[in-house]
């Protein structure tokens, strides 16, 4: 059952790099035919920087109490030290604001500003300040921001996408005239799943062999066409094995296959469901993707050793998604919940360990906002990114390193005692031995 979990998850990885990057780089094409690129530099560059945009991203850390102190404690720390770190990082936050051309970004400590950066996008290209080099304004010119986004977009830019998809659509189309082919008469059915009633069944009637065999084909010929191949080398896909695996399907025993039930379910509600059990000594694999009161679900569950559960509700425009991996005996755990609110975009993502919480990160955007200060190079020392890019080592680096570690550091520092003066002080102690400024 493992050797059949393990092709079907190749299988979905591999379709995986063969629909959805070249969806990417289509989409890249359609909604830049020009040719002309835009900034990949956050934040300001990413966005448009017409004068009127203006938002607020805020984004929150939180840790688990017992589970870090007993960690921190554990690396000889102490019970008392661990509280106060894990008090410190719950208490951090940050805030970014833009504002047409503007952006701010701060660093936040109990609500209170530990560090500030300014970002200010123009024709010249970007000029980046901030009270952690306040001698200095960094500066990223327009053309190494040209030179960036020819980096990511030229590539791309030379495929050849309509090529792609003639190439590609033949072998999509064999492998769904095999699934046609083995599309059943509907019948009625009493099941149910998740609380919706469904009152038809279309079944698939095709075995795991026959499923992975023409799953396999189809990405063989895709890979063996020549239109394909430079976007796989674009994208530095490379994929091997076919054949044999091929091969050790074929030469498979009836014993071991897995038994594969797929089915498509319906009512007269407008509900749609598509069930795939595989099972085998006792042992199953489950997968349930459709719409169910509106609602858009995916459900996986491989042996337990992969859980997946993503919901979209169409309605409220919001999403969960919940990620189970166990892996010798580690379970780990991602989930995600947000969508709109009244105020605009919020969501928040929680890692676990064997079932306990770990951190969460919220996060959440908002329109409007202003940007408080302004960025002033007057008296400061520019400094190019790409000075600092072909030398790495040389004079301006060395000033830009000399003005965070003689000004910047110590202002960090300071702004960070005087917000949680016990705890951070505290924490400087036992890194260098002495009390805290």
Not at 124 to 135: A, E, M, T, V
Not at 295 to 313: E, W
Request: net charge negative.
């Amino acid at each position: 059952m493992k050797k059949w979990l393990s092709l079907l998850l190749t299988v979905a990885m591999l379709v995986s790099c063969l629909t959805v990057f070249p969806a990417m780089a289509a989409t890249t094409n359609a909604s830049n035919p020009g040719g002309e690129a835009a900034s990949a530099v956050e934040p300001a560059a990413v966005l448009p920087t017409a004068d009127g945009l203006a938002f607020t991203c805020e984004m929150g850390l939180s840790v688990d109490e017992q589970m870090i102190t007993q960690l921190l404690s554990s690396a000889g720390l102490g019970d008392d030290l661990g509280a106060k770190i894990v008090a410190i990082i719950n208490n951090i936050g940050v805030k970014t604001v833009v504002a047409g051309t503007d952006a701010q970004s701060q660093l936040l400590l109990k609500g209170g500003p530990v560090m500030t950066m300014l970002v200010k996008t123009g024709e010249d290209g970007i000029s980046i300040g901030s009270d952690l080099f306040p001698n200095s304004v960094l500066s990223i010119p327009a053309e190494m921001l040209q030179q960036m986004t020819e980096q990511v977009t030229n590539g791309l830019e030379g495929l050849d996408m309509d090529a792609i998809a003639a190439a590609v659509m033949p072998h999509v189309q064999e492998f769904a005239g095999i699934i046609q082919s083995k599309i059943g008469e509907p019948t009625a059915t009493d099941f149910s799943y998740e609380g919706v009633q469904f009152t038809s069944m279309i079944p698939i009637n095709i075995t795991a062999k026959e499923l992975v065999t023409a799953v396999l084909t189809m990405i063989k010929g895709i890979l063996s066409e020549e239109a394909v191949a430079p976007l796989l080398s674009q994208l530095n896909v490379q994929v091997s094995g076919l054949d044999e695996a091929l091969e050790n399907i074929a030469n498979s025993n009836d014993e071991e296959i897995p038994a594969l039930e797929t089915g498509l379910y319906s009512n007269e509600n407008g509900d749609a469901l598509l069930s795939a059990v595989m099972t085998k000594d006792e042992q199953s694999m489950t997968l349930h993707a459709g719409m169910l009161s509106n609602k858009l679900i995916l459900r996986v569950d491989a042996l337990s050793q992969l859980k997946l559960d993503l919901t979209v509700d169409m309605a409220a425009m919001t999403l969960d998604l919940a990620l189970q991996v166990n892996n010798g005996g580690m379970n780990v755990g991602i989930s995600f919940s947000g969508g709109l609110t009244e105020n605009g975009l919020a969501g928040s993502l929680a890692i676990s360990m064997n079932g306990a919480p770990v951190a969460t990160i919220s996060l959440s955007f908002t329109p409007g906002g202003e940007v408080t200060a302004a960025l002033d190079p007057e008296g400061k020392k520019v400094i190019s990114l790409m000075t600092l890019q072909s030398n790495p080592n040389g004079e301006e680096f060395q000033a830009l390193l000399s003005d965070i570690q003689t000004n910047g550091l110590s202002a960090l520092l300071a702004n960070a005692i005087q917000l949680m003066p016990e705890e951070v002080s505290a924490l400087l102690t036992s890194m260098t031995g002495a009390t805290a400024p």
